[in-house]
Structures are given as structure tokens and as C-alpha cells.
């Protein structure tokens, strides 16, 4: 008799087997450090800049957070 | 392998400077704020570095290039999309909240956010994590240690060795060089313990500053190298993939969701990125405590976000080394070898010595904030809380260093442990497989959710751990897989969610009052986020 965990161990697997890969695969990262980008932009600039003394460019770690993960999106989209 | 004077010279610089680094931090600890918190001083810049520091140890170094040289550059998705991307959503979503609460531990917080038993249940996991992995910490670097300093079994008459073996025999592992590993164990734990003992969490960030600073150097060096030798980027795809049909992945970050290895992409995405990284990130108290230092909320976000960049530098140097050793020396059977082949091999004298400096720093530095988080957690969450409550400042400073010093001696004895696992990586993963998932979920629905209760977050935590654990021994009934702790720490933080979900409906809602400036509900409400958290400090 079959182990029913293994049952549904592999009914999950199937699911992202039918997936296609790499290029699905590569479209849901890509989504996903979009949006990890994109993300900052959603707060305030009260709520970013909270505790900062002043609100110069630089400390805007909105920009850092986008700066941040397309950089690593590039070397996911590489590999 | 033996150093050449040169080496042995700069390893002993690195150690004496970082020691003497770490103790004059002592004249700025007066008060317990100094010692835990660093007085709530800290940049953003120290903090970022620090983060990186902790996080990468001499275990990186080795079982990730070891795990690089047998299953390729997938491994590198633990510095990559395990690290990145929760540190960006961390520092937007979680650690401002820890913040300002003005906490000291994250089960400090979780207990101001549900209840006591939690803050109890949660500080004695992670008090007893934090302890037992510097053991593991300690038997690894030990056994790097012994690769390129052998100690002769005529060092001080023959005693030190009988003694050690003396020691060791009541593990059953008295044998081999293992009572070297064991010396070298009790000076890295000494030497990190002085300057912990008397600088806290300020000596532990400049020396893991300093020590970044040093690990990048080295890192870039054996990188250079080691892909000179190869030829370049290309050379090392040629030679790697020209090994045979097993290496044909060894260049993709993402494998098929029905690869064997344990690192399928579904595995990956769902279980590291989704859960493992982000409990550690978020809930770590070594990782967490230098965000609780910071000097204001901008510094602890930039801290984190800085940290993230600096941490997708990582991978070049513990992963990358790997592969160079792949493709220079294939056929090792123990890619935990890969790493020291390759500075054995490869570097010139006076390099190897900065290389093995670099895999000291990488130890320390984890070391040192394991141990601080350590004796914080045991300190606040257990000693003061439930044991002495009225202390005075002075007291609790004192108790502080005291466990500092008992956590040396226990890291020391539960270091030879670590020699019944056959893997250290796995090992470590299997410590904290145990609790990160339900210390997700109570990170996460405890910030997100403003209507989890006490009793909810309560029979989340214990819930999540017991399915850990049960789903851990029983693992070959359950998975095909032979390690699957990705998948254990994913299902426990699912029944650790439902768990919470259910009980919080069933149980009477939070005052309103007990949640401002906990969570994001309430956020934004300033004035009476200060007039609680002051009530909350006057308490």
C-alpha cells in the first residue's frame, strides 16, 4: 500500500512539475523581485524617512531597496 | 597541511587585534543598555555589516562550498532569494516594530505582543538554539583548524592530548585527531568570550566590522585566483560541465521540481524564501539584536537594506570556491574538503594565512553574537523576567557578562556533540528546522494580524514546534526526500498558522492599548503609540 503522505507529497510536486520550466519558473522570480522592488514605494515618505534627520536623496532607502533587488534580479535572470 | 611562518604570524595579528578591538570597547559599557543593546547607539552602516558578519560563519566557507562542489551554484539560493528579499520586506514591515517597542529580544516582544507563556516558551527554544549552536559552531571551525594547524601529539609532554582524549571518551570519540579539534575549540571559544564578556553587543559589532572587512579582502583574493587558474568565467563553465551528465546543473540557480537533489526550485521558493529565510532574518535574535541597538527607526531599516546588498556579495565567496574546486580537483569524496584543498593547493604563503584569518573572522563574528544573544535571551526572557525581577542595572549587567562566561564553557562541552551528525550544514539546519516556523507565524500574525491573541500566538508556537518535531523523526514516512527540512519548515509555520488563526477566533480580542506601536494596524497612530510604549516603560 502506498504511503498517503508520499500520495500527497507527490500530488503537490505534480503541481509544479506542470509548471514550465525554466520559463515559468524564471517569470514567477521575476515577478516576485518586481514586486520586492517596487514594494518601498507603497509607504510614506513620513514613514521611510522616520528617525532620519533630514530627507536627502541618498536616505531614501526606497530608491536603495529598488537599486538592490534588480541587481540581484539580473543575476537570477543570468542563471 | 602546515602554515609557513608567515601565516602563523598574521593569524596571530588578526587574533590579538580583534581582541584588543573588542575588550576597549569595555569603557563605553557602564550600564545593561550598554552591554545588550549597545545603548541604542548604533548606524546604520555597523549595523548592516554586522548582519552580514553574523550570518556568514567559517561554516559557510566550508559546508557551502562543499555543498557548492557537489550540487552547484543552487546552494548559492540561500545567500541570494533566502537573504535579499526578506531583508528588504524585513526592514520595510517587521524590525521598525521591534524598534519601537523597545525590546531587547524578539521573545521580549512577542511577549508584549501575546502573553508570557509565549515570551517564556519562545526564550527557552531560542536561548537553548543560540547555546547549542555555538557548540556546533565551535567543532566545525575546529576541524577546519586542525586541517592547517595540526597540533604534535608531543605538545606539553604528551598531556594535553591524554587530557583531551580523557575529556572526549565520555562522548565515545576519543579517537583520531579529534583532541585536536577539541584545543582548538576551547581557544576560539576563550578568545571570543573575553571580548564579549567585557564589551557586549558593542565590542561584538566593530569586531564584526572589522572582520567583514577582513572576510571580503580574503574572499575576493581566492575568488581572483582561483579564476585565473580556470580561465575565467567560461573556463569554469567548460570545466565543470565537461565532468560528466550529473554536472549539467551545477550553473542553474533553479533545478526541476522532480530533481533529486534537496534542492528543487518549489523547494526553494516555497520553503527557503517563503519561510526558512524570513524566520531567520526576522526572528533570529543574533541577527535581530543589532536592529534593536539601532540609534533611531531610519537606522534600523538602512541597516537592513544595507545588509541585503552587502549579503548578495556572499555567494561569490562561499559558493564560487566550490565550484573553482570543482573544476581544479573533481573526485573528492566529501565536498566539506573542497575548501581547504583549495587554499592548500592554490594559495601562495602570506595569502593562506589572510584566507585562514578570513575563515577565523567568519567564526567569530557568528560566534560572538550567538553568544551575546545568548546570555540577552537567558538574561531578559528568563532570569529577570521570571527569577529576579527587582534587580538593579548593575545586577543585571553583571548577570549578563556571568552568562556570558557560562555560555563559553557550554558551547566548549557541547561542541563534541556535533560529531554524530554526518553533515555540520545539515546538522544546523536541523537545529533550527525545529522552530522556524512557528516563530514565523508568530512573527508574521502577530505584526500583521491585529486580531491573534495571546492564546492564539500561544497554541500556534507549540503546535508548529510538536509537528516539527514529529514531522522530523517520522521523515522517511512522510518524505521522499532525505533531509527535507525545507519542507518541515514550511508545513510546521502552515499548521502554526491555523493553529493561531483558530484559537485567536475562539478566545477574547487584544485591548486595543496592549497593540499600539506592536502592530501595523496601529502603527501610524504616534501619539498614542508613545503614551503606550512610556506606560509600557514605566512598568
Known sequence: ?79 | MALAGIDIFIIFVYMLGIMVLGTYFSRYVSKADDFYISGRMLPWWAIGMSLVATDISALDFIAVSGQGYKWGIVVANFDWIGCLPVMIIGAFFIVPFFWRSGAYTISEYLGMRFNAPVRLVHGILWGAFLACILGALYWATGLMLVEFLPIPDEFLGGTLKSSLNFLLSFYGCAEGNNWQIMAWVILIAVTVGVYCYAGGLSAVVVTDVAQLVIMFIGGIAIIVLGMIRVGGLQGLFDKVLALGPEYQNHFKLFLPADSPSPYPWHGILFGLAFVLAPAYWWGNQAIVQRNLGAKSEWDTKAGMIWGAFLHSLIPIMVTFPGLIALALYPGEKSGDVAFPRLIHRLLPPGLTGLIFAVLLAALMSTAASNLNSAATIWMKDIYQTFLVKKGTDKHYLNVGRYLTAFFVLFGILFAPIVTRYSGLYIAIQSFLTFIQGPNLALIVLGIMWSRATGWGGFAGLITGLVSAVLMFYFKKHIFTLEEPFLYIAWWSFFLSVVAIIIVSLLTKPEPKMKLLGLVWKYADKDQELQKALQERAEK
Open chain 1, 1 to 79: 500500500m502506498t504511503n498517503p503522505f508520499f500520495k500527497i507529497g507527490d500530488l503537490i510536486t505534480s503541481v509544479f512539475v506542470a509548471i514550465p520550466y525554466p520559463g515559468g519558473v524564471k517569470v514567477i522570480i521575476t515577478i516576485y523581485f518586481l514586486a520586492l522592488a517596487g514594494c518601498g514605494f507603497f509607504f510614506s515618505k513620513e514613514y521611510i524617512f522616520k528617525g532620519s534627520e533630514d530627507q536627502k536623496l541618498w536616505k531614501d532607502l526606497r530608491i536603495w531597496a529598488l537599486v538592490t533587488a534588480l541587481l540581484e534580479l539580473a543575476v537570477y535572470l543570468y542563471f
